[in-house]
């Protein structure tokens, strides 16, 4: 099977696996990761955590099911060479209402030791792919790194429901990811990378809060997932919000899964 019609399986395979889930809410952040040793095909489930490993490409899922995920990233090493290998962390857990969930001024301490104090219930989704991050880059080595995620409201109000937003401090990160979005056929944008909205963040109690001010809510957004990225490893993320569902058809789209695959694949060239 060609590498196109991989992909356009793959694609196809994701939304279907969003439109299975009974809210858009399970739509989970997700990290591709990348280094530069081979592996077999390997998964496991940690506590609230899901990973994969395969010798391939990379894709965007949301999903609760292993089988599922696992199908999604068995079928996408096909389209990349051998030499990369390519890490998909999955940040799932519970979001319900309950008396250990979070609370106004709650400190937490993540998975890299850094506090966050919570000044925004509604802005959890970020702390559990701050954990993600940290376990693609701790854990599985990687040495360049993807977040993708349907983050803020604030992305879709700046470029709309057809175009994903784009961070990264990175020049060459922002192309290649630039590159594979126009290859795969799925629109982004790169968006400022104002570094002085992080002091909106700053909190007296612990390391940073995990919302700064409503203003340039996606960009400060992005600056907080910066405080999780280990030097010299290359990062960029790209929140998906708008274009991950189609609101006239009440279903999801796939999007990303292309893209991902498209900029493993340009990675490898790269060697």
């Not at 609760?64 to 090493?77: H, N, Q």
Request: glycine share 8%.
């Amino acid at each position: 099977m060609c590498r196109q019609a991989l992909l356009a399986r793959s694609a196809r395979a994701t939304a279907q696996l969003l439109a299975s889930s009974s809210s858009r809410s399970v739509i989970v952040p997700c990290a591709a990761a990348l280094r530069a040793r081979p592996a077999p095909f390997t998964g496991h489930c940690p506590a609230r955590m899901l990973s994969s490993a395969a010798r391939g490409s990379v894709l965007t899922a949301a999903t609760s099911s292993w089988k599922e995920v696992s199908f999604e990233a068995d079928v996408l090493p096909a389209v990349a060479p051998a030499d990369v290998e390519v890490h998909f962390v999955v940040a799932s857990c519970e979001n319900m209402v309950a008396g250990v969930g979070l609370r106004p001024g709650d400190i937490l301490t993540g998975a890299s030791g850094k506090t966050v104090e919570v000044n925004n219930t509604d802005a959890e989704g970020r702390l559990t792919l701050a954990d993600a991050m940290w376990f693609a880059q701790e854990k599985c080595g990687a040495t360049a790194m993807v977040d993708i995620a349907t983050l803020t409201g604030s992305c879709i109000v700046a470029l709309g429901s057809d175009i994903a937003g784009v961070f990264t401090p990175s020049d060459a990160m922002a192309a290649s990811i630039s590159a594979a979005s126009k290859t795969a056929g799925e629109k982004v944008w790169r968006m400022p990378w104002e570094t002085d909205y992080f002091e909106s963040m700053k909190s007296p109690v612990a390391d940073m809060k995990n919302t700064g001010s409503r203003n340039g809510g996606a960009i400060s957004a992005a600056l907080f997932l910066e405080q999780f990225v280990n030097k010299g490893v290359e990062w960029a993320h790209v929140d998906m919000a708008g274009p991950v569902w189609n609101d006239k058809a009440g279903l999801p789209t796939g999007w990303g899964a292309a893209m991902l695959a498209e900029w493993v694949v340009a990675q490898a060239a790269k060697k």
